[in-house]
């Protein structure tokens, strides 16, 4: 039993979805939970398809406690799968759609009612598509998001296309308007929210987030046909499976270029969730649009350039005036630059002059997406060190000997320097820059 | 922990404060500065025994930790009989590494053209902070096992700025406004000298905190006790001034200018001040078609006057653009910077056009 490498993949399959397949990938064994269409080509077909194919591995045996008894070797460990993932991370994943609409597809009918995540699995879902609204939202100000409910053999609009984080929560609060009963239907709400998605410019995105619950999906036509309009159209298609993995799940997301996943509890469920918060890279699109539309990789014909204004926001003590959306008198309120009319809300598009307004900090939120910090390499030992005895971020000192059991990818002295300006970090700071801040303190880029 | 933990980024640009000392009126120098500044801090330390204190100069090129109260040096000051020790320990370490560092800044000429480094002052003092929230953590996890990571009560930085905005470092601000709203840090504000700075407004904004222009420089020490000693969470109950306008412009990534109204690639949301056939920060390719529209609706639209006066090396525009402009002097002359807009009252416009002229005096004699 090759214990170590298997155990290594079962257990990164929880927190690193992402380096699990990465790392599946090189080693040709992937598994079926998290798989995208870049692998399917690569797939052989000696692989397991299923978790409980696996190989039975004792994770257990390979947390080594130290002399101390402490468990601070693991989580040297941990830290250094993060970094690795980190450099494994294309550096010039610079093209996003950022620009992002959505539809989220929540299954309604009675298998929801099951009881295997506690305390069921609607009340599970509903509570993590609360914490993913917000998420969403935080990270794709710009974006917008629809909620379609299926339930009884129809697709139910619940909450129409908005901007609003608030719009969308509040539709999804009532559980009791959202009881579920009867069958799903897969093809009845795709069509649904694509439908909803027709009228929308081309250099924005279209997903479909769908979280089925069900095994049966009950059609009036074929589904198959609505999956050829999904891939005409642009739409991706992404599921959350909570039972099992049905075929025409995997098809629809490995033909739309979406994600597939199925949750094994409720820990997996949400990160199989959150991992489809940010914005998807563009070279994904461009491949996926590739297998359909046949078009070239280098121009991009839902690009587009923007005439942006930037408001001035009014306080609360400005004497008030008629807004122009709604023709109330208000004291705050934001000027839109081109023709200075007042408006309610950003971002919106003014009313009189028909300038796309958007508050600048909202495009500022996924500029890290496009710069993000070089990553720090670990310093191996004292022999090249002339800069301070402490780390140059948080000014904490660092140890002055070198510490043992060092995993590959970690400092033994605990310093990690940045290539371009030479200073050296504490591995707090280092996680912080990287994950928080995305600017070096030490050459401010 | 009870103490709330106050950082103060000094911003110590030598020709930015020799242009304060001569400023009138109210001239400020660096050294009543540094007298109002210090009893402010003693004020922050003797309010609460718990309460902790870092100070971060920005000095041109480049950014120092000056005090921390985490760790204290181990030299203890020569004893004073007139001076409470705490106050002695705070005035001696600031004074003594502030002239240490602004000795080895004159022997380096080099250094004094550069900015002073705002951004890096700002994002230590971030790490700084998440480093106590680390460090407390640590300390309480034993009794506070299974909960959720606290943070600290109300941490908060404190930007004294004398510099105009730096639009080469929008993106660094920007990001480190959003680790700041992260980590619920709250950035306060207060423009010494110079012009408002757009960037400094949109922080405090976003985290929360105030911004405040000083106009009367002299009184430096009574907007720091009413404004900026009391914790955020004690602010609601007594009124602390808040900014009568925010804005919101970006800093284009073409020219950096700072423009209120951009074009803005799709794809990476980068903004341009005009329209470009390729975005150059992701190198997609627009379609041409979209660049001619949006040139002939640029050209209908009255120039800012951020774009003019704080850019004297603003791109040449095409020539039918110009003489559309020269055919709306009016309309360029209403939209004269956001102070003089219809809806913020008559008793503004006077006061904003008088520091639209500063700003344009300013930007020249630069």
């Known amino acids: 039993m090759n214990a170590v490498s298997d155990s290594d993949i079962s257990i990164s399959d929880y927190e690193e979805t992402e380096a699990g397949v990465s790392r599946s990938k090189a080693k040709g064994k992937g598994k079926a939970t998290d798989k995208r269409k870049k692998d399917k080509a690569k797939r052989k077909p000696k692989d397991q398809a299923y978790t409980w194919e696996a190989n039975f591995t004792r994770s257990w045996e390979t947390v080594q406690e130290d002399e101390g008894g402490s468990l601070q070797g693991v989580m040297n460990d941990w830290m250094t799968r993060g970094r690795r993932k980190r450099l494994l ?132 036509g074929n589904i198959h046909d609505t999956l050829d309009e999904c891939v005409k159209h642009r739409v991706r298609i992404s599921i959350v499976a909570l039972a099992a993995e049905m075929k025409i799940c995997r098809d629809l997301c490995d033909k739309t270029g979406g994600q597939f996943g199925v949750a094994m509890n409720e820990g997996h469920f949400k990160d199989l969730l959150f991992d489809l918060v940010p914005p998807p890279a563009q070279r994904a699109l461009a491949r996926s649009s590739g297998a359909g539309a046949g078009s070239g990789s280098s121009t991009n014909p839902a690009a587009d350039l923007m005439m942006m204004g930037f408001p001035t926001r009014l306080p609360d003590t400005s004497p008030p005036s008629l807004c122009a959306c709604h023709s109330e008198l208000k004291s705050k309120g934001f000027l839109c630059p081109r023709c200075l009319s007042k408006i309610c809300d950003v971002p919106t598009d003014c009313d009189i002059c028909g300038l796309m307004i958007v508050s600048s900090p909202h495009l500022a939120r996924s500029y890290h997406h496009l710069f993000p910090v070089k990553p720090y390499a670990p310093v191996a030992s004292f022999d090249n060190i002339a800069t301070s005895a402490s780390c140059h971020a948080c000014s904490r000192p ?35 820059v990287h994950d928080v801040i995305h600017c070096c303190p030490g050459c401010g880029k | 922990m009870d103490g709330s933990h106050l950082s103060v980024v000094v911003d110590l640009c030598p020709s930015q404060w020799h242009f304060s000392s001569l400023h009138q009126p109210y001239p400020l120098n660096l050294g009543s500065f540094f007298s109002q500044l210090l009893a402010f801090l003693n004020a922050h330390i003797a309010s609460r025994h718990e309460n902790s204190l870092a100070v971060f100069g920005a000095f041109p090129g480049k950014s120092v930790l000056l005090y921390s109260s985490a760790d204290l040096s181990s030299e203890t000051p020569s004893n004073d009989a007139n001076s409470f020790p705490p106050f002695k320990m705070v005035d001696s ?60 009560s109300d941490p908060r930085i404190l930007i004294l700025s004398v510099s105009p905005d730096q639009t080469a470092f929008y993106i660094p601000v920007m990001n480190s406004i959003f680790s700041a709203q992260k980590l619920k840090v709250t950035i306060d504000a207060c423009q010494i000298y110079g012009p408002e700075t757009v960037f400094l407004q949109q922080a405090a904004h976003l985290t929360g905190g105030s911004y405040i ?26 009124s602390v001034p808040t900014q009568d306008k925010i804005d919101f412009r970006a800093a284009c990534f073409c020219h950096k200018n700072i423009v209120d109204v951009g074009f803005v690639c799709s794809v990476c949301l980068s903004v341009f001040c005009q329209p470009v056939p390729v975005c150059s920060t992701c190198r997609t390719k627009f379609p041409i078609k979209s ?61 904003s056009f008088q520091t639209n002229g500063a700003k344009n005096g300013l930007g020249l004699s630069r």
């Open chain 2, 213 to 238: 222009y000083l106009e009367r420089r002299d009184a430096l020490l009574q907007y720091l006790t009413m404004a900026f000693l009391p914790p955020p969470s004690i602010r609601q109950t007594i």
């Open chain 1, 89 to 220: 991370e294309p550096q010039n994943a610079i093209r996003r759609t950022i620009i992002r609409h959505m539809v989220l597809l929540i299954d309604l009918s009675s298998s929801m009612m099951d009881r295997d995540m506690r305390p069921t699995r609607f009340a599970v879902t509903l509570q993590y598509a609360r914490e993913f609204v917000l998420e969403w939202f935080d990270q794709n100000p710009l974006g917008q998001m629809a909620v379609v409910g299926m339930r009884a053999g129809v697709g139910e609009r619940i909450c129409d296309m908005s901007g609003n984080p608030q719009d969308v929560l509040k539709s999804i609060s009532d559980r009791h308007k959202l009881e579920p009963t009867g069958e799903p239907s897969l093809q009845n709400s795709i069509e649904m929210a694509r439908n909803s998605m027709n009228h929308l410019p081309t250099h924005s995105s279209r997903e479909i987030l769908i979280i089925f619950g069900s095994l049966t999906t009950c059609d009036p």
């Open chain 2, 93 to 152: 370490t600031i004074m003594h590494n502030i002239v240490q560092h602004l000795d080895t800044l004159t022997q380096d000429p080099d250094e004094e053209e550069a900015p002073s480094a705002l951004v890096g002052a700002l994002t230590k003092s971030l790490c700084y902070i998440n480093r106590l929230t680390l460090d407390f953590n640590a300390s309480t996890a034993n009794a506070t096992e299974g909960l959720e990571p606290l943070t600290l």
């Open chain 2, 291 to 351: 660049l001619q529209r949006l040139n002939a609706a640029r050209s209908s639209l009255p120039l800012s006057s951020a774009s003019q006066s704080r850019n004297p090396s603003t791109p040449s525009t095409p020539q039918k653009t110009n003489g559309r402009a020269s055919a709306t002097p009016l309309r360029s002359e209403t939209s004269l910077g956001p102070g003089g807009l219809p809806h913020t009252g008559s008793t503004n416009i006077k006061g």
């Open chain 1, 398 to 432: 660092f140890p002055t000997t070198p510490s043992q059991n060092v995993a590959d990818g970690m400092s033994a002295i605990g310093r990690y320097r940045c290539p371009d300006c030479n200073t050296d970090f504490c591995s707090d700071c280092d996680v912080f």
